[in-house]
């Protein structure tokens, strides 16, 4: 079942944080609790993407972008991700969670998140494809960044992402088996 009281929570506890702007990061902090484990007693990794969720929609909030979808009528998707596990997180570890808009294309926004463990290595990163929709279809990034306030053009995605996106339209759909 989705953390619904989880995420309740984490909106409650940023609610007064500062405001960021488009690639700014935005950091929050965690616990891995009993019901986040797998068989193997450490973060499933089904629910570290779950979190990633309790990251990025307090940033949603903290950016604008939430306060716009609500004026606009506009929704929320994620349309594509790509995890990298590297470190194992066990119950009752404290992550600090960061995560940064990092620009967009025609149709998506794109997010890096990254879970650090309190030693300060590196236990995981996302990257995230995200879309705003409308009963319409997709709404253009730009449009939805200037109602955050972002002014100009998309910040440089960089040549991994470039990259991965490259991959994606390789990608047949749908699929074969």
């Known amino acids: 079942m989705y953390p619904f009281l989880r995420l309740i929570w984490q909106m409650f506890v940023h609610r007064n944080d500062p405001k960021v702007k488009f690639g700014e990061t935005y ?21 570290t993407l779950t979190l990633f ?18 004026q606009n009528g506009w929704g929320l998707t994620v349309a594509g991700s790509t995890p990298r596990y590297r470190r194992r997180i066990r119950m009752f570890d404290k992550i600090t969670m960061k995560s940064v808009p990092i620009g967009w294309d025609d149709k998506f926004i794109y ?24 009963k ?23 040549e991994w992402v470039k990259a991965w996106i490259d991959a994606e339209t390789k990608r047949p759909w749908p699929p074969k088996h």
């Open 27 to 47: 950091v929050t902090h965690h616990i891995c609790w009993p019901w986040d484990l797998d068989l193997w007693w450490e973060l499933n990794n089904g629910r």
């Open 111 to 134: 997010i890096e998140q990254s879970m650090w463990l309190s030693n300060g290595e590196c236990a995981n990163h996302v990257l995230i494809r995200s879309a705003v929709t409308s």
């Open 136 to 158: 319409s279809g997709i709404i253009a990034p730009e449009k939805v960044a200037a109602c955050m306030g972002h002014t100009g053009p998309s910040p440089d995605l960089g």
């Open 53 to 70: 969720d309790m990251g990025r929609l307090p940033l949603g909030q903290a950016s604008g972008l939430l306060k716009a979808l609500k």
